[in-house]
């Protein structure tokens, strides 16, 4: 099967603009999170989508928001980015929401850089 | 809401040695506890995990051990290689409807040949 994965890869935006990142989970995974990682404060959930639901959400302002596609692919937008949200931004889906396989499988991430 | 403290930040050890990363989490509804490997510039990759009626488990040179009453888990490594140096990640959560993970804030283990 193949892995998690996300577009792009790579990412350099301006203060101010707005930033729509994808994330393809493994083929038959309903649940798709999404978690920031930086140096200082490691990684923190952002997220989480279920069958095109949010779940649940973690301490992250309104300028962070998600959403999740039929076939489970999800994306997540930053609006009016500031020079703090340079990050890692990875995704993870699992196989099952509730009850059953709970392990999460993390893609490569979106490296974003704001200037 | 969770809390995951983790320690210690950095381990150094010799080839061989065995290599210890400890963890409490603060809320007694966790019930999943996954440890996750992250190479320098890769992704974090889950290496074991345990759930919380079960008190140990074991792969080849690892284990994880978990004590509910103190809260506390622990990551063991034995026979360490110089291929086990990376940042070491534990992670708890309450699942059952929602997967969020709580992240300690990570290990570097540095196995020295």
């Known amino acids: 099967k193949a892995g998690v994965t996300q577009t792009p890869r790579y990412l350099i935006k301006t203060r101010g603009q707005q930033v729509t990142l994808s994330c393809s989970p493994i083929s038959g995974h309903r649940s798709v999170s999404w978690y920031q990682q930086t140096p200082g404060q490691g990684l923190q959930f952002l997220f989480e989508?279920?069958?095109?639901?949010?779940?649940n959400k973690g301490n992250f302002p309104g300028r962070f928001s998600g959403r999740q596609f039929s076939n489970s692919r999800s994306e997540m937008n930053v609006s009016t980015l500031e020079l703090g949200d340079s990050a890692l931004y990875l995704c993870?889906?699992?196989?099952?929401?509730?009850?059953?396989?709970?392990?999460?499988?993390f893609g490569p991430g979106t490296r974003l850089t704001v200037t | 809401g969770e809390n995951v403290e983790q320690h210690p930040s950095t381990l150094s050890v010799q080839e061989g040695d065995s290599a210890v990363i400890k963890c409490t989490y603060s809320d007694s509804a966790s019930n999943y506890f996954p440890w996750y490997k992250q190479e320098l510039g890769k992704r974090p990759q889950l290496i074991i995990d345990i759930r919380s009626n079960v008190g140990e488990k074991k792969d080849q040179r690892i284990a994880v051990t978990l004590n509910k009453t103190a809260k506390h888990f622990s990551l063991h490594i034995t026979e360490t290689q110089p291929e086990d140096s990376a940042v070491y990640f534990c992670?708890?959560?309450?699942?059952?409807?929602?997967?969020?993970?709580?992240f300690g804030k990570g290990t570097k283990l540095t196995v020295n040949p």
């Open positions: 992670a708890a959560s309450s699942q059952g409807g929602s997967e969020k993970l709580v």
């Open positions: 993870a889906s699992s196989y099952l929401g509730s009850g059953g396989s709970y392990e999460q499988y």
């Open positions: 989508y279920f069958s095109e639901t949010q779940r």
